[in-house]
C-alpha cells in the first residue's frame, strides 16, 4: 500500500528551482518518442517503399508488429519485476542500444524473416526504454501532478509523428531506404548516455520527496527508499478493476495504433501523393500531442476513469470520420478529433493504472496490465485483412468504432482498488 500521503504530510516546503523530477520526464520524452517513431511513425513513409523494393505486401509488414508486440508484452512483463530490483535507469539505457541496434537492421535485410526478428529486437529494446519503464520512472516521481507529467512524458508518443514521418520521408528520398534506417537508429543509440547520466530510479534516493517536496531533516522516520509493494498476481486477478482497465485499453488500442501505423498510405490510397500524406500524418500527431498533455494534465482534476470514458467516445467519433473521409473536410476533421482523441491512448493509461492501484504497486500491477495490449495484433489483422480483401480499411474502421463505444462503457465503471485507497483519498 502507498505512504505517499504519509511522506507529504512529513515534508518541507518545495526546493528552490526546477524540481529533479521534471529531467527525468524530459528523458522520458525522447524515450517514448524515439520508440514511437521507430515502431509506428517511420513506416508511415518507408511502407510502400519497402513494399516495392523488397516485394513485400502489407500484410507481410503487418505481421512485423503483431510478432514483434507478443514478444515485447512478454519481455515488459519480465521488466516489471527488474525493475524492482534495478531501478528503470539501467533498463533505459540498455533499451536504447538494442532499439538502435534493430532498426539498423531493419533497413538493411531482404529476407521476410530476418526483418521479423529484428523487429521483435525492436519492440522489445523499446519496451525497455519506453512504456512501462519510462512510466515507472515518471511516476515514482510524481503523485500530485501526475496527470501533468505524464501527459508531457507520453506526448513524445505522438510529437515523434509530427517530425519521424517527415525525416524519414526525406531521408529515403536523400540518402535512400537502407541508410535512411541507419541514421535514425543512430539518433536512437545517442539516448542510451543521456538515460544513464540524468534518470534517478526515485526522488527518495536523492533526498527528495515526489511532486518536489524536500524531505525534513528533523523527520528521521522519513524512508529514503521509495517503499515498493509487489501485489501478487493471484490477488489481481480477482480485481473488477483489473479487468476493465486491461480491457477497455487493449480493445481501444488495438483500433488506435493500427490505424496510426499505415496512417499514411490511407491518405494515399485517398488520392494524396507522399507528401501531402506526410503533412497530413504530421497534423494528426500535432492533434495527438496536444491530447496526450490536455487530457493527463486534466486528470489532476477530473476522475479518470470518467474522463477516460470521454476520450474513447472521441477516438470513436474520430474514427466514424475515418470511415467516410473523402474530401478536405472531412479528413480536416477527421485529423483534429481522432488525432486529439487518440493521444490520451498511452498518456492516460499508466495515469489511471496508478489511480487505481497506486504508485508502490504501479510497476508490478502495470506489467500484467500492459499484457492486455497485446489485442494490438488483432488490430493489425484486421486491418492487412480488410485491404487485402476489400480493397480499403473500411470494414476494420466499423469495427473500431463498436469497439471504442464499448470500451467507454466499461472504463467509466472502475473504482479505485484497496492498494490505492490512501492516494485516491488526497
Known amino acids: 500500500m502507498s505512504n505517499d500521503v504519509g511522506l507529504q504530510d512529513s515534508a518541507a516546503a518545495p526546493q528552490a528551482g526546477v524540481y529533479y523530477g521534471w529531467y527525468v520526464v524530459g528523458i522520458a520524452f525522447l524515450a517514448n518518442f524515439a520508440a514511437a517513431g521507430s515502431q509506428f511513425y517511420a513506416f508511415n513513409a518507408f511502407m510502400l517503399p519497402l513494399c516495392e523494393l523488397r516485394g513485400w505486401t502489407r500484410v507481410d509488414i503487418n505481421l ?35 532499439s538502435a541496434a534493430a532498426f539498423i537492421t531493419l533497413g538493411q535485410t531482404d529476407e521476410l524473416w530476418l526483418f521479423y526478428l529484428a523487429y521483435i529486437l525492436l519492440i522489445m529494446g523499446n519496451a525497455a526504454m519506453a512504456s512501462l519503464v519510462a512510466n515507472t520512472a515518471v511516476s515514482n ?22 517530425i519521424l514521418p517527415f525525416a524519414a520521408y526525406n531521408l529515403l528520398n536523400t540518402v535512400g531506404l537502407s541508410w535512411a534506417f541507419v541514421i535514425i537508429g543512430l539518433g536512437i543509440a545517442c ?5 544513464w547520466l540524468v534518470v534517478r530510479d526515485s526522488p527518495e ?13 528533523q523527520d528521521k522516520q522519513c524512508p529514503q527508499i521509495m517503499p515498493q509493494s509487489q501485489v501478487p498476481p ?26 496510426v501505423f499505415q496512417l499514411g498510405p490511407r491518405f494515399q490510397d485517398l488520392g494524396m501523393d507522399g507528401d501531402t500524406a506526410m503533412i497530413m500524418v504530421a497534423l494528426t500527431s500535432v492533434a495527438g500531442t496536444f491530447g496526450k498533455f490536455t487530457w493527463g494534465t486534466l486528470c489532476d482534476r477530473i476522475p479518470p476513469n470518467r474522463l477516460t470514458a470521454v476520450m474513447f467516445s472521441i477516438v470513436g467519433l474520430g474514427q466514424i470520420l475515418g470511415l467516410v473521409a473523402s474530401g478536405p473536410i472531412t479528413v480536416g476533421f477527421f485529423i483534429v478529433i481522432f488525432g486529439f482523441g487518440m493521444g490520451g491512448i498511452m498518456s492516460t493509461f499508466p495515469i489511471i493504472s496508478a489511480w487505481c492501484f497506486g504508485r508502490a504497486a504501479f510497476a508490478s500491477v502495470f506489467r500484467l496490465l500492459a499484457l492486455f495490449l497485446g489485442l494490438q495484433a488483432v488490430g493489425y489483422l484486421l486491418m492487412g485483412g480488410s485491404f487485402n480483401l476489400t480493397g480499403s480499411y473500411d470494414a476494420a474502421y466499423m469495427i473500431f468504432i463498436f469497439v471504442d463505444m464499448a470500451a467507454a462503457a466499461t472504463i467509466v465503471t472502475v473504482k479505485p482498488s484497496v492498494w490505492a485507497q490512501p492516494e485516491a483519498s488526497k
Do not use: E, H, N
Open 205 to 217: 534516493s536523492c533526498g527528495l520527496l515526489p511532486d518536489g517536496q524536500a524531505v525534513s531533516p
Open 141 to 162: 516521481w510524481f503523485v500530485r501532478l501526475r496527470g501533468r507529467a505524464m501527459g508531457m512524458a507520453t506526448s513524445g508518443l505522438t510529437m515523434s509523428g509530427v
Open 234 to 259: 493471484s490477488q489481481l486477478v480477482r480485481s473488477a478493476s483489473f479487468w476493465k482497465v486491461g480491457l477497455a485499453y487493449g480493445l481501444a488500442s488495438a483500433g488506435v495504433f493500427a490505424v
Open 191 to 195: 539516448l542510451a548516455p543521456l538515460a
Open 64 to 98: 512485423a508488429p503483431i510478432i514483434g508486440f507478443i514478444c515485447g508484452l512478454l519481455g515488459q512483463y519480465s521488466y516489471g519485476t527488474i525493475i524492482s530490483i534495478t531501478g528503470p535507469r539501467r533498463l533505459m539505457a540498455m533499451g536504447a542500444l538494442v
